[in-house]
């Protein structure tokens, strides 16, 4: 490398580079204002011979120098859900948001091709089809992670791989209101910007240097990291050795920030570059992007939006508050406010219309709401599932080692199932199960063989609670903890009614136990509490055997949604488990 070539003469050298191409200088990066203010780095590039002192013009020689710095790609993350930007990040992806006026990721390709940046790799997941038309442009291609939902960006950066070497890595949803990118770069560094209050973003402490020492989260001010990095060849190897390392950082609920936070001392050196205020902006929360672009508060261009306005008949303008709550095994739901209130919107998840009829839903959450069951419902549509419930802002889930909060739950469910309801539809989850198996099996022959003894124990345990004289009645189908509701008041809610119909007791009684994984000693004691003084060693046996039917069911419901692309190892294992041990434990 050049010695005449310091960070400061090389900042300076790369304007005048810019300025040859007919490029502005980058007035937002602070470093570069602060440089071009210092004669004496302009004289140092002069008597180098690397810009012409009349005209102040970059000559041969000072393009020549700066070559063995040419950045040669870019990689931009664009695969996450990016669940914090709901609603509109459940109808596509956060890159293609429309910020005014532009497609976030298309103006971003664009900056970077102004820079000289011709190879592009997109690295897509949610939603990747959207992102197909990118593949037509010059120079980019597309990169898929398949683990998108079940990993973090550094599993992302993997998939790139040695495309990281001497590259810009961007996240696809920054918005920069002066183009940051440049075609030669001198060393690693990560962007940001000075915050006086507290950030959700990554800090930064620097040495007298620039460089990066010390990061963390949770202060109150300071430099934070935000926007694109660029990464020596050096640099991306390191990484890349040491994510390699250990896999688990994957899956764990960190970044890509979190690894070069942990081995400061073991990557090359990485420094903090930072820009003026607002130069860069990110959107983490829908409100964030219509503070900064007002076309947002009047029109969306949202069908979600849409919808609840159909229902509150409202402006725009007066939803807001979007934050998310945790994505359920079936749907995505966020919180809404509205007035004085805040609600919950329920979107339905991907391939689950083979296991819910949203028109059978829709009735049971109607006589839910009629008999004081569940007075959250305020709407749902029946064919495209969505539901709009209030928010209970004060309520627990029940605790399955509580004596006291399993007889708040029997006392419900005994409620529920006295109920003079009858109904043409209800959950069968034998026959449920064989109908999804058929599915399964249509899609990847043989795939059921290993689980073919479980499925003859679940069946006989099917024949033998037939005809033992337990009537069905209206039920709930999906009782675990997080659809129960205890208020502070001693009143019980139950929600969330997709699989609700006439139905047989054993599934509402047998999924609990189910989900607190009971032993079978503490599953007798919970049914008896249910039956009271109806109990026999018959009826007992019936709600004994449907704890391992109705786990069968939810087993193969699991199935069928990591089919779909739905991963959820830790519940199918549970699932799994339960029908396992209670069919042997029955059945011998």
Known sequence: MNTVLTPETFALLNAFYDESRGRAPTFSDVELNRVSERPEVLKALIDAGFVEPQFRRITSAGVAALAPYRVQRA????????????????????????????????????????????????????????????????????????????????????????????????????????????????????????????????????????????????????????????????????FLQISGENPSLEREDSYWEWLVQANLDRLPPMYYKRYAARAIVEFDYFDDLRRFDSAYVKHTHSRIVGNIISVFHCDEAEIHSFRKISEGLTNTSFIFRYGDEDYIYRHPGAGTELLVSRVHEKQSLELAKQWGFDPTFVYMDENEGWKISRFVPAFREPDYRSEADSERVLKVLRE??????????????????????????EKDPGCFAPYLDLKAGVETLCKKTAEDGVAPCFCHGDTYSHNWMLLPDGGTILIDWEYAGFSDPGIDVGYYVVDAAYEPDEARRFIDAYLGETAD??????????????????????????????????????????ARRYAKYLLG
């Not at 529920?416 to 099996?441: F, K, M």
């Not at 939810?554 to 949604?561: G, M, N, S, T």
Request: charge should be negative; aromatic fraction near 12%; glycine fraction near 6%.
């Open 416 to 441: 529920l199932h006295r109920l003079p309801i009858r109904t043409d539809y209800g959950l069968r989850p034998w026959q449920e199960a064989e109908r999804i198996e058929a599915v399964l099996e």
């Open 537 to 578: 060693e018959t009826r007992r046996f019936h709600f004994m055997a449907y704890v391992a039917i109705i786990a069968y069911y939810w087993f193969v419901w699991a199935l069928y949604r990591e089919a779909s692309g739905t991963p959820m190892p830790e519940a199918r294992d549970l699932w799994h488990a339960m």
């Open 75 to 238: 990689v931009i993350l664009a695969a996450g859900p990016s669940t914090r930007c709901i609603p509109l990040s459940l109808e596509q992806p956060k890159g293609l948001f429309r910020v005014k006026g532009e497609c976030l990721i298309d103006r971003l390709i664009a900056q970077l091709h102004e820079a000289g940046i011709e190879d592009v790799t997109v690295v897509v997941g949610y939603k990747q089809e959207m992102f197909a038309y990118l593949a037509d442009l010059p120079g980019v291609r597309l990169i898929s992670n398949p683990d998108y939902l079940t990993c973090n960006n550094i599993r992302s950066l993997r998939c790139a791989g040695t495309a990281l070497a001497d590259c810009y890595v961007c996240p696809c949803d920054d918005y920069f209101a002066e183009n940051p990118f440049h075609s030669f770069e001198y060393r690693s560094f990560y962007a940001g910007v000075r915050v006086d209050g507290e950030s959700p973003e990554m800090f930064a402490d620097t040495d007298a240097e620039g460089r990066i020492v010390r990061m963390e989260k949770n202060r109150s001010g300071g430099q934070v990291l935000l926007g694109h990095s660029f990464w020596t060849r050096d640099f991306a190897e390191a």
